[in-house]
């Protein structure tokens, strides 16, 4: 969840960020950040946008944002492709998904599932963003007001690098039973994740950026990440009063279950960025209330911030759609649809927070349905 101030200003603050690798002025504001060419076209007063549902309970969530968005007549209009992971033969339909986003400039997608035998396809939600170079994922990870966890006061981002690492998909069996698996880390992307960061840090108040990383081991690979951070740091943000540590991954878990509440910013390699987004997620109530966000220079995907299907509550209408909403709440703000935005956003932590529609995985029975004519009836 997003307070309020943040919710304001992350959608123009990411836009800023991904906008150019190199650091955007500080004196500027936000508003003259958004480079409004890369903002896709309307046509008709209504923007398109590329929707996948995904997998699992993705088209029950799907289903729950249009009726809002058809509800508070959102000018958004949908070009839906039905891309499945769990089906063959569905390469046709994930291009045609592909070049839709390429045209629209903009989605909102639920989780696609990989499978795991070695027979199954690569990742689709990885191919995505690397197609596209989405390069930056950004999760927050905060308490939500009257919905009580372990942790109290969870407030921070995790900016995790999308396009390479170990999820280059660079593997070969060398020779039978040895399988060699390539990390692939480059200054270039390590500098421009490192500038988003800071860049997140700056518009939205943070006070501190943590890189995690394993370099005590990984000396050249994770060494690379970790020195290009730390230059970034102290070579372009020093004057901006921003605290720059660093934190060796496996410490990063326990410290994260034991003490989430010292950290703000956190940016870091692929690998160690779902984990820690995992971790996050249940941290504040689970993969069912975590929105999600992905930038590149010219494309922008939306989608839950923990990477899960929900295979297990897979039409049974249980699925909690919160996370999916939220996730289209930012994509309005990126649109730069704001007052939609902030009325979806406002009314589902409302709802939330009252108590009295809960589903399943915040304690409750309330159905998807309910949650979705909750949400709408606070809207209208």
Known sequence: MISAPVRTSVGSALRSAAASSKRAPIA????????EKRLPAKFGGKYTVTLVPGDGIGKEVADSVKEIFDALKVPVQWEQYDVSGETTGGDDLFQQAMESLKRNKVGLKGILYTPIDQTGHNSWNVAMRQQLDIYASVVVCKSLPGFPTRHDNVDFAIIRENTEGEYSGLEHQSYPGVVESLKVSTRAKAERIARFAFDFAVKNNRKKVTCVHKANIMKLGDGLFLNTCRRIAEQEYGHTGIKFEAMIVDNTAMQLVSKPQ????????????????NIGSALVGGPGITPGCNFGREYALFEPGCRHVGKDIMGTNKANPTALIL???????????????????????DLVKEGKIRTADLGGSATTTDFTKGLIQRLL
């Open 28 to 35: 500027r504001s936000m508003a003259t950040l958004v480079d």
């Open 262 to 277: 010292q950290f703000d910013v956190m940016v870091m390699p692929n690998l160690y960025g779902t984990i820690c987004a």
């Open 327 to 349: 996730s289209s709440t930012m994509m309005l703000r990126h649109l730069g649809l704001e007052s939609q935005a902030n009325l979806i956003a406002g009314a589902t932590y």
